[in-house]
């Protein structure tokens, strides 16, 4: 495995952002870290002087994938100052920043939406892995990409284990139940803490999403992390998402940050699909009593009052717990089951949205 120190002292051929300075000493290497053979690098740089960096960025990435032990490289350039570099001079008032626009679709995958939470515990992960099986039994053929780098859920949701096979430029995914599936979670321990910043994350997302062999796909399915922060922009500013999904569950609690999440996705100009309401009700398995544990109906409500879908109601039930946790999705293994038919019908919503909705423009960020 190749070390920091090996990355920097190759790194040092390459000019800084002056041109002058070798690129470790510029104070512009904003983050580094190693993945297995995975090298993740940021470049802190001048928003405005983007396309002149890129020719940095790809020099950079190059001399890094020459490295003996590296399988593959993503060098990407931030905004983010890194620490001890110095500060940029503070821009005139009242001029917007535009940041710099490098979407592009990903060859071969038809749609891409993503799954998302205002906040964790919701059952975001689960709904998403439902959701990409509900669109495969619809004859879609589906992926899914685990963009929560700091809890990754899929490889416990799929039943999957081992690692992804490498050719040194790109990984194949890992399939279970018809479905590709990618996450941090094959590339990393389970026991493994993701401690990293903002900039990591950008890179390690840019890389299981392009450098992947996704083959052709007509939906993959983003399960986000929750909240509205670095994976989301990142999502919207690299690739065309035809969607959002919104997961929420019925308390005012998580509604207050169900509102910020399709908030977020209106800001960066991705289409809400809908929202749905997880840990709707619970039914007694003993005596079939129905409980609103999280009261009822406040999604559907929320939905209403902001303009977008509701599609459909997820009970809070053992049985997809103790199936989730088995790695034996509802909608996989008991696809005539009742709680399969939730997420098939949600599915059935989500794809017809889809084949009906028109291809939306790259989104523009602008930071006021």
Known sequence: MVS???????LARVPGPDGQTPLPQSGAVAGLTTVGGKVYLSIAIDPAKSMAMENMRRTAESVIKQLAGVEGA????????ARGAAKPAPAAPGPKAQAASRQSSIPGIERIIAVASGKGGVGKSTTAANLALGLAARGWKVGILDADIYGPSMPKLFGLRGKPESDGKTMKPLEAYGIKVMSIGFLVEEDTAMIWRGPMVQSALTQMMRDVTWGELDCLVVDMPPGTGDAQ?????????????????????????????????????V???????????????????????????????????????FLGEVPLHMSIRESSDAGRPPVAVDPAGAHAGVYRDIAQQVMGALEGGARRAFPKIVVE
Do not use: W
């Not at 920091?4 to 190759?10: C, G, P, S």
């Not at 129905?290 to 879908?309: N, Q, T």
């Open 4 to 10: 920091e120190k090996e990355i920097l002292a190759a």
């Open 74 to 81: 993503t060098v990407t350039l931030t905004a983010e100052v």
């Open 271 to 309: 289409p809400v699909l809908g929202v749905v309401e997880n840990m709707s009700y619970f039914l007694c398995p003993k005596c079939g009593e129905r409980s609103d544990i999280f009261a009822h109906g406040g999604a559907r409500h929320e939905a209403e009052r902001m303009g977008v879908p």
């Open 233 to 269: 922009l990142t999502m919207a500013q690299t690739v065309p998402l035809r969607g959002a999904v919104i997961v929420s569950t019925p308390q005012d609690l998580a509604l207050i940050d169900a509102r910020r999440a399709v908030a977020m996705f209106a800001k960066v100009n």
